[in-house]
Nanobody, 122 residues
Framework: QVQLVESGGGLVQPGGSLRLSCAAS????????MAWYAQAPGKHRELVAA???????WYADSVKGRFTISRDNAKSTLYLQMNSLKVGDTAVYYC????????????????WGQGTQVTVSS
């Protein structure tokens, strides 16, 4: 059963930190490279951080040095440690495969979880 469940979002002041988690189906986690995406209000969903292969990582320039992607293979869980948060980081954050669209739902549409809202505001 396909499953991507994001959690850990919330309201935080600028400069604060959050740690997002994504519980994934084991079948997805083992087969695909995983990544975090962010969709800010009125904008398209964008790639924020990703694993390349088993250990290499990639980050968008806007988060480089502040965000860290990690994984726990035993728990099939993906994490995103977010430090020095900025107002511009406000978005709904999703985990998915990289590239996205490799997992389909029962209607053969690209599968996305519900996401987790991150709001950075003073």
């Amino acid at each position: 059963q396909v499953q991507l469940v994001e959690s850990g979002g919330g309201l935080v002041q600028p400069g604060g930190s959050l740690r997002l988690s994504c519980a994934a189906s084991e079948s997805i986690f083992r087969k695909y490279s995983m990544a975090w995406y962010a969709q800010a209000p009125g904008k398209h969903r964008e790639l924020v951080a990703a694993f390349i292969g088993d250990s290499r990582t990639w980050y968008a320039d806007s988060v480089k040095g502040r965000f860290t992607i990690s994984r726990d293979n035993a728990k099939s869980t993906l994490y995103l440690q977010m430090n020095s948060l900025k107002v511009g980081d406000t978005a709904v954050y999703y985990c998915n495969t990289d590239p996205p669209g490799q997992v389909k739902d029962s209607h053969n549409l690209d599968y996305w979880g519900q996401g987790t809202q991150v709001t950075v505001s003073s």
